[in-house]
Nanobody
Framework: QVQLMESGGGLVQPGGSLSVSCVVS????????MAWHRQLPGKARELVAS???????NYAESVKDRFTISRDNAANMVTLQMNNLKVDDTAVYYC??????????????????WGQGTQVTVSS
């Protein structure tokens, strides 16, 4: 079983900073892309940032120069540092990973997994 444990988030004033982290556990052979998505109230889930196993990073235009994604491969962890937060950043943030599992010594196909989400609220 693969588990994604998210932490961080919470309430912050506009202009403040928060970070969210996600630790992946289970019978993992390799983690490929790690990403953060968010779902704003009444809107579809959207990609915020992603980082590949080679370190290639992509950001949504709305968070460029404010958010930083990083990963710790030894700890199977991905972190999103969010600075200069805006009210429009209020959303549930979801960790998303693509990985290969080990099944009885065999490598399984690449599959996607999602965390349960953590609330980030930006409000004065």
């Amino acid at each position: 079983q693969v588990q994604l444990m998210e932490s961080g988030g919470g309430l912050v004033q506009p202009g403040g900073s928060l970070s969210v982290s996600c630790v992946v556990s289970g019978n993992i052979f390799a983690i490929h892309t790690m990403a953060w998505h968010r779902q704003l109230p009444g809107k579809a889930r959207e990609l915020v940032a992603s980082i590949s196993q080679y370190g290639r990073i992509n950001y949504a235009e709305s968070v460029k120069d404010r958010f930083t994604i990083s990963r710790d491969n030894a700890a199977n962890m991905v972190t999103l540092q969010m600075n200069n937060l805006k009210v429009d950043d209020t959303a549930v943030y979801y960790c998303n990973v693509a990985l290969e599992q080990l099944y009885g010594g065999k490598i399984g196909p690449i599959r996607e997994y999602w965390g349960q989400g953590t609330q980030v609220t930006v409000s004065s």
